[in-house]
């Protein structure tokens, strides 16, 4: 059983997911989100997930936040000499991770049940869940139009002023085998410091994953929500532009309205204290601390106040 | 039009169709060997093909014979980490061309267009087309029943007797698009030094390709064969092995006999001088030369030769 379910996107989910893992060892199911999802070169990639994997294998490449540490580009070089756009740079292990999961998908496997051989041969001791085994991709309506995702995130460098989001195949897909299991039995669950807009939004517009959770509340489970903008910014990638340009605050604040419904508890950073008094007037629980997980010790210390709580 | 259509398997072939390709460039159409072929990690790889394209696109590792020069295993070695088996390790650069042809399979494109398509993308000027659209599997009987091939070649090292060699796939097997068109046209079929029981003869066993070659022949069109068995051994791989464990003399004369009814030319080197008269006697023409190309001059020599009496 699982003690606690982590709800991820990429990099800041990956950081706290492996801060949680340090103290939970198997104990942890992650739920990730597959919104971010692409097709290259006939293989579905994973970034969020892979991102996941990888840091809680301890494979990560800490600098560049994603991949795999002392990854080659060679037959990344060969495919764009072939005509293959490669705009999204896959590395030679990475790819092995590509090929191997297609191979298990072609197979008739789940992508769930794919995902998770991937992990135990890695050796993780966490479950990471993709949200679901059907197919929901994020997409961002832009001054261009509608753009696929990485088409925006990586393509275009995260440029455009983001209008509008939607997720499509969310209201068609059903929660991976797994998901719904584990956030009904976990006496504590965590919203990542992931994107709200484009990393948690997009697992909790799986209609059954909302209402786990709701349902999770009403039993007085503690949701705790960790803020991913410090000081008005986003520690990495887009959100703060996102939040602004999506009519909300670029601010812890903002990000505690976004889940004001849904958690009990937030997170934010000591920079963002004077933000307290108007989170808890939403209702939130608040506690204030160093959000910014530096190294593992940062990691492992933030997971260890979330669940001061709650652990045995 | 192809001035010349070469039949090869690998290496061998690879040699000698980079000497015609020096004479010809585009003028040059390879038919080469499937039989070899083998599904790997959910794609398919095509030895023979791919050892023809690197060879002739100048990228070909010449210390090993096959696969690309500079060649890596970050991949491979993270496919071991999943527990795929690597006993046909494939490089990284390799593998690029594995998913882009895997991919173009899968959208529905014809196996020789799509291998076509990436000869093209890599500068070749011949044209290598597969034996076949439609799979053949070259399969070998030993002490241990009935072996797929690479298992034999490569798995086990070719250690084990070949006590007889089936092309499973063959009888069905329509000759891919332009294959026939090529020998119906060529003023000149070239057999390579390849091994004759498992890398020409899976090439015969379709039957539309056998019937081209003897209206060629039927036709007065030269039909060159060239011994790979010099002194009573093969330059490479176990041809010498097997053709003694399937009952024909190991020497560019057993060679000879095979080839004695479609070829009207048979090259043989040097050091088996002695063996003319017997092949003449066969009803070939007979040239004797060095059939050793240790260096792209000595390809080019060679194939000089087999052109010499044919090029405008």
């Not at 991949?67 to 005509?83: K, P, Q």
């Not at 997409?139 to 925006?152: E, H, K, P």
């Not at 007085?220 to 520690?235: E, H, M, Y």
Request: hydrophobic letters at 50%; aromatic letters at 4%; one cysteine or more.
């Amino acid at each position: 059983m699982a003690d606690v379910v982590l709800l991820a996107g990429g990099v800041g989910g990956a950081k706290l997911a492996h801060g949680l893992q340090a103290h939970l060892d198997d104990r942890l199911v992650v739920i990730v989100n597959t919104g971010d999802d692409l097709e290259r070169h006939g293989m579905l990639v994973m970034p969020d997930h892979d991102t996941v994997m990888y840091t809680l294998a301890g494979l990560a490449n800490r600098e560049w936040g994603w991949g795999v540490e002392g990854e080659t580009f060679a037959a990344s070089e060969m495919l764009a000499r072939y005509g293959e756009p490669t705009w999204f740079r896959l590395g030679d292990q990475d790819l092995a991770t590509h090929i191997v999961r297609m191979a298990r998908l072609r197979a008739g496997v789940g992508l769930a049940a794919a995902c998770v051989e991937l992990q135990v041969a890695l050796g993780v001791p966490a479950t990471i869940l993709p949200m679901s085994d059907d197919p929901v991709r994020t997409q961002v309506r832009t001054d261009d139009g509608w753009l696929d995702f990485q088409d925006y995130f990586v393509a275009r460098h995260q440029e455009p002023d983001v209008h509008e989001v939607r997720f499509a195949g969310a209201a068609e897909a059903t929660p991976a085998p797994g998901v719904v299991e584990a956030i009904d039995e976990a006496p504590l669950i965590v919203l990542a410091p992931s994107n709200p807009l484009v990393s948690i939004a997009p697992i909790l517009a799986v209609g059954a994953i909302s209402d786990a959770l709701r349902r999770a509340r009403a039993r007085g489970v503690r949701i705790v929500a960790v803020s991913g903008i410090v000081g008005g910014k986003a520690l990495k990638g887009p959100a703060d532009r996102m939040l602004a340009s999506l009519g909300h605050e670029s601010s812890a604040l903002g990000v505690a309205r976004l889940y004001a419904e849904l958690a009990t508890d937030f997170v934010l950073d000591m920079v963002d204290a004077d933000l307290s008094p108007a989170i808890e007037a939403l209702g939130l629980r608040v506690r204030v601390t160093d959000t910014v997980m530096t190294d593992d010790a940062g990691r492992a210390r933030l997971a260890g106040e979330i669940l001061v709580d709650v652990t045995p």
